[in-house]
C-alpha cells in the first residue's frame, strides 16, 4: 500500500509564495522509481493537471495556467516531491493533491493532457487559499 501526504497549504495573499509538500511511503513503493503529479480543483471545478515530475527528476511538465509561476522539484532521499507556488493568484485558490504513477520507470504521464484516472495513489489533499 502507498500513502502520500500533503502538507504545507494554507492562506497567503496574492503574490505570494507557499510550498508544498507530499512525503511517500510504502512496502513495496520505491519513491525515486515513480513519476509523480500534482492536481488541484478549485471549489465547484474538476481536478485538474498542475505539474509532474520524472521518476528521476530530469523532466517536468505544467499547465499552462502555472508555468512559469510554479515548480516541481522532488528529493528522492527524503521520498518527498514538492510543490514550490510563487507570484500567487486568486484563481490559484484550490485543494492541491500529490499523485503517483505506479509504473516503476514510466514516463507517459510526464503530459500536459494526465488525467486524473491515469495516477494509480493520491493524497488527501492539502487546502490553499489565495486572497486578494
Known amino acids: 500500500q502507498v500513502q502520500l501526504v500533503e502538507s504545507g497549504g494554507g492562506l497567503v495573499q496574492a503574490g505570494g509564495s507557499l510550498r508544498l509538500s507530499c512525503a511517500a511511503s510504502?512496502?513495496?513503493?520505491?519513491?525515486?522509481?515513480?513519476?509523480m503529479g500534482w492536481f488541484r480543483r478549485a471549489p465547484g471545478k474538476e481536478r485538474e493537471f498542475v505539474a509532474a515530475?520524472?521518476?528521476?527528476?530530469?523532466?517536468?511538465v505544467y499547465a499552462d495556467s502555472v508555468k512559469g509561476r510554479f515548480t516541481i522539484p522532488r528529493d528522492n532521499a527524503k521520498n518527498t516531491v514538492y510543490l514550490q507556488m510563487k507570484r500567487l493568484k486568486p484563481e490559484d485558490t484550490a485543494d492541491y493533491y500529490c499523485?503517483?504513477?505506479?509504473?516503476?520507470?514510466?514516463?507517459?504521464?510526464?503530459?500536459?493532457?494526465?488525467?486524473?484516472?491515469?495516477?494509480?495513489?493520491w493524497g488527501q489533499g492539502t487546502q490553499v487559499t489565495v486572497s486578494s
Open positions: 499523485a503517483a504513477d505506479a509504473v516503476a520507470f514510466g514516463s507517459s504521464l510526464l503530459r500536459k493532457t494526465s488525467t486524473v484516472d491515469e495516477y494509480d495513489y
Open positions: 510504502g512496502r513495496t513503493f520505491t519513491f525515486s522509481r515513480h513519476a
Open positions: 515530475i520524472s521518476w528521476g527528476g530530469g523532466s517536468t
